[in-house]
């Protein structure tokens, strides 16, 4: 999800979905904390064969062999369990994007993750028969057809062959772990034949407004000529009856890019509504080289009533950048880890279940990746999910 300018960028707003690659089997996890990753491996983890990632920094939150990609975190903690959505692919070594689930039980070192779950594949002949990804789940109350539900997931897909045309669908569970689409077509729709053949509708964060039926949708928006980030108001109190308001291009107005024309996708938000902020992780923009995929995120917060007043409020930089060297493990014994990360990209908070602010000393997740040789793609099937400490109530210099 980046830019290669600007025609091009919806293009590599999908290679930041489906390339990447990433880390490890450190013991050294996320500024300098111990890592548990290890003792948590998925299915086709499990074997003799496991072929552990390259390190190029801080541990991954949790580990999968080579072959298996994780990406594009969605986090939030609840009842002292900590529930990891994210993109992942179900066979070594074969692009096909799916959601899974890791559940972390916390001990004095951590959390300890459970074994992957995938609890989201594509459907046969619909609009999301080719993937699925870019998972978000808040907490509420929705009703689907005739039962009553607790949490509704937004996620990206597409039945194109191509890296394009994402639209956003919705998906409801009780449990976390068995989720029921809902209707047979997304519910953020976009049309190549009106904008152009371009990366659509994705990566979607969701914002509860009043912890039952009604949200924030966050999400990315490309078309052949312009990418943003843009929100939309739903009731889905009924899912049988969604309603909601035209989206909005959300104010980029104090964020910075590399140069001056700032790219706003990609983002994840959270809310602080005691003291009327919401806060923004968002990709770092552009990257020149490939993989095309951002090398550094962002975070900033501004007053909530930049939702609706896009031109009397602007955005405060916390972070300007966590790039490669704050991903670094300095004191590693392999010389890789001291330079850190080579992409780090789509992030996401670590919230609670409504999609609000945890504690002012926070922290973020996102996917990690080194870069491949020429003509290597063996990194596409690299990508890991590093967690990463932030102190929201400081304000750094830029």
Sequence with gaps: MKRWWLLALPL?????????????????????SVSTSSNSTSSSSSSSSFVH??????????????????????????????YVFYTTNEKSFESGDVIGLRIGE??????RYSDAKIVLRPSENKWDSVRVSNPDVIKGTFKYEEAEYSYLMAYQGNSKVKDRLYEIGFAVSNDLENWIKVGDKAVINYSSYALGSAYGCGAPSLVSFDKKGKLYCFYTYADALITSTRVAYFDCTDLNDIKSNEPSALSSHGLQDKNADVVFNNADFVIDKEKESIYVVRDRNPVMSMPATSDSIQIAKANLNILTNPFDYQ?????????????????SDDPNQEFGWERIYSPCFISNPYGELISFKQKVAFSVSAVGNSGDTQYIFTPAIVEYDVELYVEREI
């Design 106 to 111: 916390k001990d004095e070192n951590g959390y």
């Design 315 to 331: 955005w405060e930089i916390i972070y300007s950048a966590i790039s490669d060297l704050d991903t670094a493990v300095l004191d």
């Design 53 to 82: 990632k390259t390190n190029y920094g801080i541990a991954p939150i949790f580990d999968d062999p080579l072959g298996i990609y994780d990406k594009d975190p969605s986090i939030f903690e609840e009842n002292g369990k900590r």
């Design 12 to 32: 590599v707003l999908l290679a930041s979905c489906n390339n990447a690659n990433s880390s490890s089997s450190s013991s050294i996890n996320s500024n300098s």
